[in-house]
């Protein structure tokens, strides 16, 4: 169940143009930021209006009004200065509920999960998190002096001034686990987003982007995947008859259609085993694993047979028939040029000699 929602958390993310890593860190906590001061204020507000103490009740509805500045800067993709905002909002609410409630309340203790906020992730250059976290030790040592030598200037009840104390205490605690464990966590989202950029990177080098069979840079790949393997193989080129009058007479859409076809009819007709190539044009490659050469003969036939005696229909010319010519060799993965070169010889001796035809 985990790992499928980490692999769509993860396929979402990869629809987002994310130029840096360091952007997507910042994206995601930002937002589980956002989210979890936003919560921390509506539960104070509430706790202030029923106490009716209307300094914190205005300071925490300012709180909530900067949070929904932050989220129009995240949504704009403005993810430093959203996360910038949130430290410095932080960092003023933390000093002004010293100042005017002591220390005694531990309400300081947020300044710790900015220091750590700061730590963990890339709010701006180090230089400047390294003035913020001097800012933050300055603060509360001036608050720790100011709270030695003047009393507060509001004062709660005993209930209420432990309970807040309390709060603020489990805020401080599971607000710093959780910024270690979204750090945990952002770091594996990021592996999976590489893994899965790497993916598609694969997938746009490695495949032909109209028919998605592999293409040629693939055929390296796959022909290491068979050395050291004792497999009759044989390979195949297989060419469409007069592909260009197509293209000429229909137009070039009317040709990706008929390619499109064909790709989809090769993976239909053809073994899971064997593996199809769009080798250039019109041209397709096919490896064929533990078959003779009279086999694959057999099989190719059979095949081009079906194929010119299907109709093939198109969105905007009607139905067209096709015909293919292969040619077929044995392949030797020691010396897969040769295989290749000689299933292309004969590919072209069923050319010169009328098309329609499987030669080996």
């Known amino acids: ?16 143009p994310f130029q840096q890593e360091d952007e997507l860190s910042l994206c995601l906590i930002s937002y589980a930021s956002l989210i979890f001061c936003t919560l921390i204020h509506i539960f104070f507000l509430i706790c202030y209006l029923v106490q009716d103490i209307q300094f914190f009740v205005f300071l925490n509805c300012g709180s909530l009004l900067v949070y929904m500045a932050v989220f ?35 309400t300081v203790g947020y300044f710790l999960l900015i220091i750590v906020l700061l730590t963990l992730f890339p709010y701006g250059t180090a230089k400047i998190r390294r003035i913020m976290i001097l800012i933050i030790f300055g603060l509360i040592a001036l608050l720790g002096l100011r709270a030695a030598h003047t009393s507060p200037l509001i004062g709660f009840s005993e209930s209420f001034n432990h309970f807040m104390t309390m709060v603020n205490i489990y805020i401080m605690l599971i607000g710093t686990i959780l910024e270690i464990s979204i750090n945990t966590f952002v770091q594996f989202i990021l592996s999976g987003v590489k893994e899965g950029r790497l ?8 495949t032909d982007p109209l028919t998605g069979l592999y293409n040629r840079r693939y055929t390296d790949i796959y022909f290491n995947t068979l050395k050291n393997q004792d497999l009759h193989i044989c390979v195949a080129i297989l060419d469409i008859d007069d592909f260009k009058r197509i293209n000429d007479t229909y137009g070039h859409p009317c040709g990706d259609e008929v390619l499109v076809f064909l790709s989809n009819f090769l993976q239909s007709n053809l073994r899971k085993t064997d593996r199809i190539f769009r080798w250039g044009g019109e041209e397709f490659l096919i490896i064929m694993e533990n078959v003779s050469l009279y086999n694959a003969q057999t099989v190719m036939d059979k095949l081009r047979s079906k194929l010119a005696e299907t109709e093939i229909k198109t969105k ?35 050319k010169r000699s009328g098309k329609n035809q499987v030669v080996i």
């Open 1 to 16: 169940m985990f790992r499928k929602l980490r692999t769509h958390f993860i396929a979402n993310l990869l629809k987002h």
């Open 199 to 206: 993916v598609k990177l694969a997938s746009q080098i490695y």
């Open 316 to 350: 905007q010319n009607g139905t067209l028939g096709l015909t293919v010519t292969v040619g077929v060799a044995p392949f030797d993965i020691t010396n897969p040029e040769a295989g290749i070169e000689a299933s292309d010889k004969n590919l072209y001796i069923g």
């Open 72 to 106: 129009l800067l995240l949504r704009g993709k403005k993810y430093k200065l959203g996360g910038f905002l949130i430290s410095i909002e932080v960092i003023t609410y933390a000093s002004i509920g010293a100042y005017m409630c002591g220390i005694s309340s531990y």
